[in-house]
C-alpha cells in the first residue's frame, strides 16, 4: 500500500495536482517560520535591550546602603553587581557675585556601571540636546565628572570648566547624551552630575538624614543568568517578607518603568497578531488547496473503486500521499522561513540598533508542527470525502453529498485551528478573540453569501439580458460553492485589509500613544499667584499647550476605617506606597488618555468626597469600588469614597495621578500646580529662565526618557510594519484558491455552453459579472469584518481610541471586484480561446 501510494505521489506530481497544495503548505509555513524566528529574536533582544532602560535585570534600592550578605548572596549565585547613590543637592560654579548655582541629581556610581546598556557622552552641547554621542567605555575618570547640558547653561561654564560639589571641585569632562537607567522619579529629573563612586566621600555631601537612594544593580551571566536573577529576586522577597529590611524596592522591568512596559505589552502584542493573521491564512489557503485537490481526484478515486480497492485502503493511499506532502512542505516552509528570516534581519539592520540574541529552534519545530496541524485539520475533511465516492461515478458525473463522518471532521479542523492560535499568540485572550473573531466572520460570511444567493432569484427574472441571466445562473446552480468562494474570498481579503489599511489605522493610534509632541517638560510647585505669568512665557515660548493642574500631598492613613500602616500589607510596593505621601489632585472631568474601567466619574455634590483610582494601584491595595480611603493632608483628614477605577496612558508623558478627588471637597486644601508640556528644541533656555525667575520651581526635563520611549516604539512598529507585509504572501495565496476553486468546473460548463450556441462575448460577459458579483459581496464583507476586528484589537488589547476610516468599505468592494474579475479571466482566457470540443475534452 505504501509503494502504491508512492507512486500515485509521483503521478500526481507529474501531472501537477500536488504543486498548488506544496505551494499553500511551503508559502503558509515558511511566513510563520519566518516571522516565528525573527519575532523569537526580536521578542528577546527587545527583553534585553529594555533591561538597559534599568541598566540592569535588577535593582535592588533603598534609603540606605544595602546589607553586605545581599551582596554576597548575588555573587554566590554567579550575577555581577555594581553600585549607585542618587541624591539631590547644589552644584556651584564662579566666584563672588559671577558665582551661579543650580539644583542638580548627583549620581555616584560604581566600577562596571551600568550592567546593560551603554552610557552616552559628548562633547557637544547639540549633540547632547539630541541624544547623539559615543558610548563610554568606562566611569567618569577621577577628578572629573559627566553632566547634562542643562548644568551648563545654568552655571553658565563650557566643557572644561569646573564645578564645586559640597568640599569638592571637579572638572567637567564630557557631556551625557543618554543615561540608560535614569528613570522617571522626580529626582532623575534635575539635571544629572555623575561622578565616581569612591570620590563621593571627598564631597562631604552624605550626612545623618542625608536623602540618598543607594542601589545595587545585578544582572545574570550566559544561558542560566535569567534564571538566577529570578531565583535572586525571590530571595530578596523572602528577606523583605521576613522583616530583615525596611524601606527597600525591587525594581524589575515588570514594575519598575510602567512607561516602557505599557509600550513593550503592546509590542508583544502586534507581534502576536501578525502570528495570529499568518495562522488564519495559513488555514484558509490550506483548506482551500485540499478542497481543489479532492475535487480533482473524484474521477481517480471511482477508478481506483472500480479496480478492487476498498474504502479503507483508498484512504490510506491518500493519507499516506498526503503526509509525505506535509512532511515535504513544511521541512521546505521551514527553511524557506529560515532563510527568509536572515533576509528580514538584514532589511531591517537600520532599525534594530543592537545585535540580535542569537536563534532558537522551537520556531522550527513550531513551523514544522503548523504545517502537519494545518493539513490534519483542513485536509482531512477533503480525504475522508473521497473514501464515499462511488464506482458508478466514472460514468455519471454526479458526486455524492459529504457523509456525517467527513462534516464531522471539519470539527476537528476548526479545533486544530483554535490550537495553533493559542501557541502562535501567546496570549491567551488576544488568541481567543482572534479564534471567535474567525469563526464569527466565517459563519456570519457564510449567512451573507446564502442571502445573497436568495437576493439574487428575484434578480434573474427581472433581467433580460442573456450575460446577466448565465452569471445569475451559473452562481445559483452551484451554490454551495459559490457561498465556499464568497467566504474564502472574504477571509482572505478582510486579513489583507487588517495588513493594510486597519493596520494603518493601529500603528497611527498606537504612535498617537506616545507621539513626538508628547510633553518633554514638567514644572512642579507653581503657586497660585504665578500660574499667569508662567502660562504667558510658556506661550511666548512657542508652547502651544501647557493645561495646569492642582497638586495635593496627602498621606493615606485608612481604608474603610481600618488604620494603614507599613504593616498592614506584605508586597514591598504596597508597602512603599503606604509609607509616603500621595500627589493627589482634583479636577471636573478625566484628564486626557484617562478611560475609566469601572464604576462612574464622580459627581461634585457639595458635602460629598468622592475619588477616582489608579486600577494598578487599587489591585496593589487592594481597594475596590465603594471602599472609603482616608488621607491626611496638611493635619485634615479627608475621607473620599472610591466611585471609579481608571485605566492611564503611562507612554503620553503627561500628568497623570493615581487619585483623583471631586473638587467641592477638595476646595479648603492647600494647593500647587503643576503642569506638562512640549518646549520645542529651539527654546531650550525657557527652562534655565524660570528656574532663575521663581527660585520655588522644580522644572524638570523628560526628553531623554521620552527619546528612550520613542526609540523602541519606532524600532517595533517598523520591524511589525515589514512582517505585515511578509504576510501578504498568504494572503495572496488565499485569493488565488479561492478564485481557482471552481476553475475546472467552469471550463467544463463554458466548453457546454459554447457547443450549444453561446458565444465567447457572453460567455466573457457572464463571467466577468458573476466574478464582480462574487468579488464585491467578498468585499463588503471582508471590510465589514476587519473594521469589526480593527475596532476590537484597539478597545480590548490594545487600549487605545479607535477610528475606522469609511474609505476601507469603498476598498474592500473595489478590490474584491477586481481580484475576482482578475482571477476569473486568468483562469478562463484560454479556455475561451479554444475550440469547445478540445475545451470539454480537456476539461474531462
Known amino acids: 500500500m505504501f509503494r502504491q501510494a508512492l507512486r500515485m505521489t509521483a503521478r500526481d506530481w507529474r501531472a501537477g495536482q500536488l504543486r498548488f497544495l506544496l505551494l499553500a503548505l511551503i508559502v503558509a509555513v515558511a511566513a510563520l517560520s519566518a516571522a516565528g524566528f525573527f519575532i523569537d529574536r526580536l521578542r528577546a533582544g527587545l527583553n534585553r535591550d529594555a533591561h538597559q532602560l534599568l541598566g540592569a535585570d535588577l535593582v535592588v534600592a533603598g534609603d540606605r546602603p544595602l546589607p553586605e550578605q545581599w551582596r554576597a548572596e548575588a555573587l554566590r549565585r554567579g550575577l555581577v553587581l555594581a553600585d549607585t547613590a542618587v541624591f539631590p543637592s547644589m552644584a556651584q560654579a564662579g566666584e563672588g557675585e559671577a558665582a551661579q548655582s543650580v539644583l542638580a541629581s548627583l549620581k555616584a556610581v560604581g566600577a562596571g556601571y551600568p550592567l546593560r546598556g551603554r552610557v552616552k557622552i559628548t562633547t557637544d552641547p547639540d549633540q547632547a540636546a ?17 553632566v547634562d547640558a542643562a548644568v551648563l547653561r545654568a552655571l553658565n561654564v563650557r566643557i572644561g570648566g569646573d564645578v564645586r560639589l559640597g568640599d569638592a571641585t571637579f572638572r567637567i569632562a564630557q557631556l551625557i547624551a543618554t543615561e540608560p ?7 532623575n529629573f534635575a539635571p544629572r552630575v555623575m561622578l565616581r563612586g569612591d570620590e563621593l566621600d571627598r564631597t562631604n555631601l552624605v550626612q545623618t538624614g542625608s536623602r540618598v537612594t543607594y542601589r545595587l544593580l545585578a544582572a545574570g551571566q550566559g544561558p542560566d543568568g535569567r534564571a538566577a536573577v529570578d531565583a535572586y529576586t525571590g530571595w530578596l522577597r523572602a528577606e523583605i517578607k521576613a522583616g530583615r529590611a525596611r524601606n527597600i524596592r525591587i525594581d524589575t522591568l515588570e514594575d519598575g518603568r510602567p512607561e516602557m512596559r505599557a509600550t513593550l505589552e503592546r509590542a508583544d502584542r502586534f507581534l502576536s497578531l501578525v502570528g495570529l493573521l499568518s495562522a488564519m491564512l495559513a488555514a484558509v489557503a490550506i483548506a482551500m488547496a485540499a478542497r481543489r485537490f479532492m475535487l480533482r481526484h473524484l474521477d481517480a478515486c471511482a477508478m481506483l473503486r472500480c479496480l ?33 528570516h536572515f533576509v528580514l534581519l538584514e532589511l531591517l539592520g537600520r532599525l534594530v540598533s543592537t545585535e540580535l540574541p542569537p536563534f532558537t529552534w522551537l520556531p522550527a519545530l513550531q513551523g514544522l508542527a503548523t504545517g502537519m496541524l494545518l493539513l490534519a485539520g483542513f485536509a482531512l475533511p477533503p480525504v ?18 459529504p457523509q456525517p463522518m467527513a462534516l464531522a471532521t471539519y470539527g476537528l479542523g476548526l479545533a486544530a485551528f483554535i490550537v495553533l492560535l493559542l501557541w502562535q499568540a501567546g496570549d491567551l485572550k488576544l488568541a481567543l478573540y482572534t479564534a471567535l473573531g474567525f469563526v464569527g466572520a466565517f459563519a456570519v460570511f ?20 442573456p450575460a446577466w441571466r448565465f452569471a445569475i445562473t451559473s452562481l445559483q446552480r452551484r451554490p454551495g460553492a459559490t457561498v465556499v468562494q464568497v467566504v474564502s474570498l472574504a477571509l482572505g481579503l478582510m486579513a489583507l485589509l487588517v495588513l493594510t489599511i486597519v493596520r494603518e489605522d493601529l500603528m497611527t493610534s498606537w504612535r498617537s500613544a506616545t507621539p513626538p509632541d508628547a510633553p518633554n517638560h514638567f514644572i512642579i510647585n507653581i503657586q497660585p499667584d504665578q500660574k499667569e505669568p508662567i502660562g504667558a512665557a510658556l506661550r511666548a515660548a512657542g508652547v502651544k499647550e501647557a493645561p495646569l493642574f492642582p497638586m495635593i500631598r496627602g498621606r493615606l492613613t485608612a481604608v474603610n476605617g481600618a488604620p494603614v500602616t507599613a504593616t498592614t500589607y506584605t508586597d514591598e510596593r504596597a508597602r512603599g506606597l503606604a509609607e509616603r505621601e500621595f500627589n493627589l489632585s482634583t479636577m471636573d472631568a478625566p484628564p486626557a488618555q484617562n478611560r475609566i474601567t469601572a464604576g462612574r466619574w464622580y459627581t461634585d455634590a457639595p458635602g460629598t468626597a468622592e475619588a477616582s483610582v489608579e486600577e494598578g494601584l487599587a489591585k496593589t491595595l487592594r481597594l475596590k469600588l465603594g471602599d472609603t480611603m482616608r488621607f491626611d493632608i496638611a493635619g485634615s483628614p479627608v475621607e473620599a469614597k472610591i466611585t471609579s477605577l481608571r485605566k492611564l496612558e503611562w507612554g503620553s508623558m503627561r500628568v497623570n495621578f493615581f487619585v483623583i478627588i ?6 479648603d486644601t492647600p494647593q500647587t500646580w503643576i503642569t506638562a508640556f512640549h518646549l520645542p528644541k529651539q527654546a531650550a533656555a525657557l527652562a534655565t529662565q524660570l528656574s532663575r525667575d521663581y527660585p520655588n520651581l522644580t522644572v524638570v526635563d523628560v526628553g531623554g526618557v521620552l527619546r528612550q ?17 511578509f504576510t501578504l504572501a498568504s494572503g495572496v495565496l488565499v485569493l488565488y484558491a479561492a478564485l481557482m476553486g471552481s476553475q475546472d468546473e467552469r471550463t467544463r460548463e463554458a466548453g ?3 457547443a450549444l450556441g453561446a458565444t465567447r462575448r457572453q460567455l466573457s460577459q457572464a463571467q466577468t459579472i458573476e466574478f464582480l458579483l462574487v468579488g464585491s459581496l467578498s468585499g463588503l464583507l471582508a471590510a465589514t469584518g476587519a473594521a469589526a476586528m480593527g475596532w476590537g484589537l484597539a478597545t480590548y488589547q490594545f487600549k487605545f481610541d479607535w477610528v475606522f476610516s469609511p474609505a476601507a468599505w469603498m476598498a474592500g468592494v473595489v478590490v474584491g471586484a477586481a481580484c475576482a474579475a482578475i482571477g476569473g479571466w486568468l483562469g478562463l482566457r484560454n479556455v475561451l480561446r479554444h475550440p469547445p470540443l478540445q475545451t470539454l475534452r480537456d476539461a474531462g
Open 662 to 667: 471631586n473638587p467641592g471637597a477638595m476646595a
Open 752 to 754: 457546454l455552453l459554447r
Open 130 to 146: 539630541d541624544s547623539v554621542g559615543t558610548p563610554a567605555a568606562d566611569i567618569p575618570a577621577p577628578g572629573t565628572v559627566w
Open 181 to 187: 537607567d535614569r528613570g522617571t522619579g522626580f529626582m
Open 446 to 465: 457564510a449567512l451573507a453569501g446564502w442571502a445573497g444567493l436568495a437576493g439574487l432569484r428575484t434578480l434573474r427574472t427581472s433581467v433580460r439580458h
Open 384 to 401: 475522508l470525502q473521497l473514501r464515499n465516492v462511488p464506482h458508478n461515478r466514472v460514468i455519471r458525473r454526479e458526486q455524492a453529498p
Open 709 to 725: 520611549i520613542q526609540s523602541v516604539l519606532d524600532q517595533v512598529i517598523q520591524a511589525v510594519e515589514f512582517l505585515f507585509g
Open 308 to 340: 478492487g480497492l476498498t474504502q479503507n485502503q483508498v484512504t490510506a493511499i491518500y493519507l499516506i500521499e498526503f503526509l509525505l506532502v506535509g512532511l515535504a512542505g513544511s521541512l521546505l516552509g521551514v527553511l524557506v522561513g529560515f532563510a527568509s
